[in-house]
């Protein structure tokens, strides 16, 4: 019987394949290319290209692809065949180190926020040697960056390697003020847990709400939701239980580290979370995943809803980004060790991300601003959209005593006794979980709580990177500079714990206290859209860092502030007319066939029984008759103004536009219709329920 050892990793060229396929000198060149960003060299293109070539055509790959990641959140791909005509009129299979290292896609479909026109059409994707390839179906999918004609990173790639770049770089120099001398790099690792929905596809296939938009767009409450806590961690469902464990193997076979998987708190939700690996790969990765759990679903009769926000009343969606940083020798630069208050270097680091989300708190609520995420954030199911960090109180401690300049008392070992001999005795950890807390410190890296679940991982990722690559400069330039290192690093913790405490907060993040303390006492910015956050990626002080550190150039800038608000303004148009065609040709006919069958039965009624009154019914078509009336009147409310949209001059004003008029002209519409379905007789009803979706999957 074949184990997971024996297929894990089987569709990738990885470490292993090429260690097999690859000459001793080619292998150790790559390695130098990307262990040390070594320049590629065209003679080591192509033999890997002959050896990749080799080895998919003995998995039954026919094409190859360069598989990339444009502005549109999700990953694209044009197939070549490895046919090439021969002189005898059949074919040979070729792949060529030019055909490996670069491809030439048409880009003008793709979104630029203007860095080119649209007949610009030529684009260019560059192999990333860093993130292995892989088999996919047929097609050997060769991970790349993408840019344009001009040069333009037109992806989201390009800029998270570039502010990993920037974050080793300036690491580096920490660790050499430290004494260390042989590290050649720092990384960034992720770990992102995914969490989903799934749902049968007969539903979904009945509901226009799912299918063009990705959440239903009415629906009452059923009766029961998630308020007996009985689904979060709950026994799997055997339907469910097939689908993951199908999902585990397509992933396993993809080289991605599957690890846990569980119900969620809300009905038909659950999670995927997978072992850390670096940024780069795990961005990667867990875009491939998100793809196949719709493939797996489907293969197994259902639909995997990614929307961060597919049903109200019940928790959405989200991604924790667990984000560390370590060396290429394993030392992991966020771990405090045994005793943190005499852990200088890690004290400095963790104050390297301190000042650095509290400076940058901005561009990490822009890095999830999406029109899905704005649903979620702020609601008692996920982070407030204020920014905050919890550490602790062990490192909290710490903190103190540095600021102070007392004596740290350290936290002694608690050991749990649970009353049961039988049980075994373990030690309490120093701090506790916080749930609630945008950025909490989970003992050797950051849990950033704020992606929503659709979303890409590396625009979070590209900001936490750059944004600690600047603090760690800031305390290199200075500590580089100084005449005595000890007294300068001592006095620069301190200084640094001073400046940005504010945005350390240990409590409630769902009190509504918080919320007033952050935002009034502590200065703390509370951007609870996308249409609030989005302008500020072009602030003065966000411009200088980004391109400071090479990471975005000021027009690359512009263009992605560009496409996000006019992402955000698409999203909700469409969620909009969706809502305008649902109202009017299925709920209003509805509502109306039930109320005109309930007249007649009025009619026959009285008809047998003279003066009947009726009470029961005439009452509810009366109800069913006035509410049929508001959804058409607040069904032209919506339809006007979506229309006074074309008055806006530009994407900014739009999504300000959309925000104060169109987000709640269709609330309004919402409310109405799914009173219109508590009251409409069940077979009337043109789209599976609330109850009949949650509950459905066993």
């Known amino acids: 019987m074949e184990t997971v050892s ?163 770089k300036q690491a580096l120099r920490i660790l050499r003020l430290f004494g260390n001398t042989t590290a050649r790099n720092v990384r960034s690792s992720v770990g992102p847990e995914q969490e989903y ?79 850390y690996t670096t940024t780069n790969v795990a961005t990667d990765h867990n875009q491939l995943t998100m793809e196949i759990m719709q493939k797996v679903a489907s293969r197994h009769g259902l639909v995997c809803l990614l929307h961060e926000k597919p049903f109200a009343g019940v928790n959405g969606s989200g991604k924790h980004n667990n984000w560390s940083i370590s060396t290429d020798e394993g030392q992991n630069l966020l771990s405090p060790g045994d005793t943190p208050y005499e852990n200088a270097q890690f004290l400095l680091f963790l104050c390297a991300v301190i000042q650095a989300v509290d400076d940058y708190q901005d561009l990490l609520r822009i890095s999830v601003a999406t029109a899905g995420n704005d649903h979620r954030l702020g609601a008692n199911e996920a982070p407030p959209a204020v920014i905050s960090m919890f550490l602790g109180d062990e490192l909290s401690a710490v903190l103190d005593a540095i600021e102070t300049d007392t004596p740290y008392k350290g936290t002694e070992k608690t050991q749990l006794k649970l009353g049961v001999h039988v049980l075994p005795r373990f030690n309490r950890d120093t701090t506790d979980r916080n749930r609630t807390s945008p950025f909490a410190f989970t003992g050797n890296k950051f849990e950033f709580r704020m992606l929503g679940s659709s979303n890409s991982i590396a625009c979070a990722n590209i900001m936490l990177n750059s944004a600690v690559a600047e603090s760690l400069k800031l305390f290199a330039d200075r500590l580089e500079a100084a005449k005595d290192f000890e007294s300068e690093l001592h006095d620069m913790i301190k200084k640094t714990i001073q400046d940005h405490k504010r945005i350390i907060f240990n409590g409630n993040g769902y009190d509504d206290a918080w919320i007033k303390e952050a935002t009034e006492k502590r200065g703390l910015l509370n951007y609870r859209t996308t249409a609030d956050c989005m302008p500020h990626l072009l602030d003065p002080k966000n411009v200088a860092m980004l391109t400071s550190h090479k990471v975005f150039s000021v027009e690359e800038l512009r263009s992605r502030c560009d496409i996000m608000l006019e992402n955000y303004c ?49 009452g509810l078509i009366e109800k069913l008759s006035g509410l049929c009336d508001r959804i058409a009147e607040r069904a032209d409310t919506l339809q006007n103004a979506l229309v006074s949209l074309q008055e806006a001059e530009g994407s900014q004003a739009e999504s300000i536009r959309i925000r104060d008029c169109v987000l709640p002209k269709m609330s309004e519409l919402r409310l109405v219709c799914d009173e219109a379905e508590t009251l409409t007789e069940k077979s009337y009803w043109p789209f599976p329920t609330y109850a009949d979706i949650l509950f459905s999957v066993r």
């Not at 150790?28 to 990307?34: D, G, H, M, N, V």
């Not at 109202?583 to 009619?603: G, M």
């Open 6 to 168: 024996d297929y894990f990793g089987s569709l990738v060229f990885d470490d292993r394949v090429m260690k097999a396929t690859l000459s001793a000198k080619v292998y150790a060149s790559l390695k130098k290319t990307i262990d040390e960003g070594e320049t590629l060299d065209i003679g080591v293109a192509n033999a890997v290209a002959e050896a990749m070539k080799d080895w998919a055509l003995s998995k039954g790959a026919t094409h190859f692809t360069h598989w990339f990641q444009p502005l549109t959140g999700i990953t694209a791909e044009k197939h070549d065949s490895f046919i090439s005509p021969s002189p005898d009129g059949g074919v040979i299979m070729e792949f060529s180190g030019k055909e490996l290292i670069k491809g030439e896609p048409d880009a003008s479909s793709f979104p630029s926020g203007g860095l080119r026109a649209t007949f610009e059409a030529r684009g260019y994707t560059a192999w990333d040697p860093t993130s292995y390839a892989f088999i996919k179906g047929k097609t050997l999918c060769i991970p790349t960056a993408f840019c344009s004609y001009g040069g333009h990173a037109l992806d989201k790639k390009t800029p998270l390697l570039r502010s990993m770049e920037a974050l080793n």
């Open 197 to 275: 929905f799934l749902i049968s596809k007969e539903m979904y296939d009945a509901r226009p709400d799912l299918r063009f938009t990705g959440r239903t767009l009415f629906g009452s409450r059923p009766p029961k939701g998630q308020e007996m806590d009985d689904h979060y961690f709950g026994a799997i469902k055997p339907r469910v239980a097939a689908y993951m464990e199908d999902l585990n193997q397509e992933l396993w076979k993809l080289g991605i580290m599957a690890k846990t998987e569980h119900n969620e708190v809300a009905p038909a939700q659950h999670e995927l979370a997978p072992i």
């Open 570 to 618: 698409k999203s909700v148009v469409i969620e909009a007319n969706t809502m305008i065609d649902m109202a009017r040709t299925q709920i209003a006919p509805a509502v109306a066939r039930f109320s005109a069958d309930l007249a007649r039965n009025v009619e026959a009624k009285r008809s047998v029984v003279a003066g009947a009154a009726c009470v029961y019914e005439t």
